[in-house]
T-cell receptor
Framework: GAVVSQHPSRVICKSGTSVKIECRSL??????MFWYRQFPKQSLMLMAT?????????EQGVEKDKFLINHASLTLSTLTVTSAHPEDSSFYIC????????????FGPGTRLLVL | GDSVTQMEGPVTLSEEAFLTINCTYT??????LFWYVQYPGEGLQLLLK?????DKGSNKGFEATYRKETTSFHLEKGSVQVSDSAVYFC?????????????FGKGTRLSVIA
């Protein structure tokens, strides 16, 4: 199946700093990638849909200036958490679909962010 | 709108017990249906899928049959193992466009004890 990687897998940062998370589709081209956030023992919360070469579409309640998404190529999307605060601590997961058809989404392994 | 409803967890079973996790959906068209599994500290992995009515998806001993008449896609396994402990998500996809995310259920946590 298609493989999606994320980096880093775990990051600890100080409050006020920015953190960048990379999401790559390793063996397919992904015109669209999705970013999710997951709190402990809870379901996935879709944050935004990222389209290659255009601006991301954010879900209601997600601050676009805080969670910057860039999808510069067909295999790479980045999520930058700007001026991180402890409440941003969470598990962030990216996902991608191969182009065309109602196929599955392939998920990255997730990035655990802890803001001190 | 389109939605997926899963049975509430957590589900706790003894090893070798039979597993059923119920999933029903509401959709305006003819969706493709999926089950994903999330092991602790990891992302979601596609477990199985079915794209049309009466299709049966199967993988690693798990099965689910696409039932259009009952709008259901229940996950079953005949004999669970401790290693099956995870969270299971049911999901659907309606559109032919890859730009729309899947619609997920809230997940069902399964704990299998030895």
């Amino acid at each position: 199946g298609a493989v999606v990687s994320q980096h880093p897998s775990r990051v600890i940062c100080k409050s006020g700093t920015s953190v960048k998370i990379e999401c790559r589709s390793l063996d397919f081209q992904a015109t669209t990638m999705f970013w999710y956030r997951q709190f402990p023992k809870q379901s996935l919360m879709l944050m935004a849909t990222s389209n290659e070469g255009s601006k991301a579409t954010y879900e209601q309640g997600v601050e676009k200036d805080k969670f910057l998404i860039n999808h510069a190529s067909l295999t790479l999307s980045t999520l930058t958490v700007t001026s991180a605060h402890p409440e941003d601590s969470s598990f962030y997961i990216c996902s991608a679909r191969t182009s065309g058809g109602p196929g599955p989404q392939y998920f990255g392994p997730g990035t655990r962010l802890l803001v001190l | 709108g389109d939605s997926v409803t899963q049975m509430e967890g957590p589900v706790t079973l003894s090893e070798e017990a039979f597993l059923t996790i119920n999933c029903t959906y509401t959709a305006t068209g003819y969706p493709s249906l999926f089950w994903y599994v999330q092991y602790p500290g990891e992302g979601l992995q596609l477990l199985l899928k079915a794209t049309k009515a009466d299709d049966k998806g199967s993988n690693k001993g798990f099965e689910a049959t696409y039932r259009k008449e009952t709008t259901s896609f229940h996950l079953e396994k005949g004999s669970v193992q401790v290693s099956d402990s995870a969270v299971y998500f049911c999901a659907l996809s309606l559109t032919n466009s890859g730009n729309t995310p899947l619609v997920f259920g809230k997940g069902t946590r399964l704990s299998v004890i030895a």
